[in-house]
């Protein structure tokens, strides 16, 4: 409960420094040079954007309490909490793609260089996780578009081309495994260098003498308690992958949350900007009390509340 107090503090104040910052951005959600000031001055009455700046805060605050981001500038009529709700499904379902191939290859990769210390094979891991960290994830996802998807015509160039396919969701596989790929790259790094360790430690060299197999030392036993920074690293990037990625959404044309931003920058929609961040803040920080919690069910011996 004092953590989750500490969730409502945080994000209260995720929601204020928005709100100000976002009011000092150059320029309005006016600025079309058919509009007169008077024009101008009526668009702003109407949105509540003619009242001093204390008494706007209060007002959105209140409308955020109640569950209302307020009404987009560009979007006449259209409720931020309903623009978003109908743009997140395409982000969260190429974030969870991303998320469940990058840790899962990402553990392979990371189990394999670990097992197979100073060989080729964690020589190539090795080289495969500076890429995965190095290469812009707009790098990546221009190369996949234009060799798997213009060169080879293997999968859709852009999102929801189905490329004589009945499969549904084939075009969500480039934007996935472009968004997959820092992930993996992060994922294989931690796991391998907590896993040489774990597997150098005085109970594993128990495990081994009791006669256990080789794979129950290493699921039961070495990965387990390996997984701890693994899953610290995966939180923020769960965070991230699930709210969508600007870059990526863009080459690939995916009407999701990061798309729906950088659009609302470009025409200065206010209401939109925040209320994208106040989503995004608020599922981050939902991640890290989840991560906390994950950190108890794998280790036992941390304990959450109390205590030295």
Not at 45 to 63: E, F, I, K, M, S
Not at 71 to 77: C, D, E, L, M, P
Not at 180 to 201: D, G, H, K, M, Y
Request: with cysteine; charged share 10%.
């Amino acid at each position: 409960m004092k953590r989750i107090g500490y969730m409502f503090i945080t994000l209260f104040i995720v929601i204020s420094v928005v709100f100000f910052l976002v009011r000092l951005l150059p320029g309005t959600p006016f600025n079309e040079e058919k509009l007169n000031a008077e024009q101008i001055a009526q668009l702003q009455a109407q949105y509540g954007l003619d009242d001093p700046v204390p008494v706007q805060y209060v007002r959105y605050l209140t409308g955020v309490f109640q569950g209302k981001l307020g009404i987009s500038f560009k979007q006449a009529g259209q409720t931020v909490e309903g623009i978003i709700k109908l743009r997140i499904g395409p982000s969260a379902m190429l974030g969870a793609q991303a998320l469940v191939l990058g840790s899962v290859v990402g553990l392979i990769l990371g189990i394999v260089a670990a097992l197979n210390r100073n060989s080729i094979w964690d020589y190539l891991c090795t080289i495969l996780c500076v890429l995965g960290v190095s290469v812009p994830s707009f790098v990546v996802a221009a190369t996949l578009q234009l060799y798997l998807g213009a060169k080879f015509s293997l999968f859709p160039i852009t999102w929801g081309v189905p490329l004589g396919s009945d499969f549904r969701y084939i075009w969500t596989i480039l934007p996935s495994i472009a968004l997959s790929f820092f992930t993996i790259a992060n994922v294989a790094r931690f796991t391998r260098t907590e896993l040489v360790e774990v597997l150098n430690s005085e109970y594993i060299i128990t495990a081994k003498a009791k006669g256990l197999s080789k794979a129950t030392v290493i699921l039961k036993h070495a990965l387990r308690n390996a997984l701890i920074p693994v899953i610290t690293v995966l939180g923020p990037l769960a965070a991230g992958l699930l709210t969508g990625s600007l870059v990526v959404e863009k080459v690939f044309a995916v009407p999701g949350i990061g798309d729906l931003l950088v659009n609302a920058i470009n025409t200065n929609d206010l209401f939109i900007i925040s209320g994208v961040a106040i989503i995004y803040s608020a599922f981050y920080i939902t991640v890290i009390l989840i991560v906390d919690v994950l950190y108890g069910v794998i280790d036992p011996r941390i304990r959450l509340a109390g205590g030295n």
